[in-house]
């Protein structure tokens, strides 16, 4: 845990593990911010949740915020959720979302990692593109 104390502005953050449970694992990190002069503050939550080991599957699931308040304005919100299938740390499949004032992205990766190399592929739902590669 940490805290920032200044003339303007004033500062919190604290991380740790929340639940560790027969192999699931939640850790979480928050932030907050006050500038009051500025009547401004922002809170930003994130969460990293693991599963335990199914059959060699493993999931990953990441959610992360961010919540801005500036004087009379509405609140400003920023909003990503990542999920990644694991099979045997080899192959690999993800989604992730992200919602940033309205503005929607949407990808979904698959990726194959063998001991030579990672070969991949993406698509970006929203803008309708697709990439795939290798290295």
């Not at 990503?80 to 690999?92: I, P, T």
């Not at 499949?93 to 990808?107: L, P, R, S, T, Y």
């Not at 592929?121 to 590669?133: N, P, Q, T, V």
């Amino acid at each position: 845990m940490s805290s920032t104390f200044a003339n303007d502005k004033f500062a919190f953050k604290a991380a740790g593990e929340a639940l560790d449970v027969e192999g699931w694992n939640v850790r979480t990190e928050d932030a907050l911010e006050h500038k009051p002069a500025k009547n401004e503050w922002k809170f930003a939550p994130k969460f990293n949740i693991t599963s335990p080991d199914f059959s060699g599957i493993r999931a990953f699931l990441n959610l992360h915020g961010e919540f801005t308040k500036t004087g009379d304005a509405d609140m400003a919100k920023k909003m990503v959720a990542k999920l990644n299938l694991s099979h045997e740390d080899e192959h690999h499949i993800g989604v992730w979302h992200q919602d940033d004032k309205g503005n929607k992205k949407n990808w979904v990766q698959l990726a194959w990692t063998p001991k030579d190399g990672t070969y991949w592929a993406r698509c970006d739902m929203a803008r309708k593109l697709f990439h795939s590669g290798c290295h």
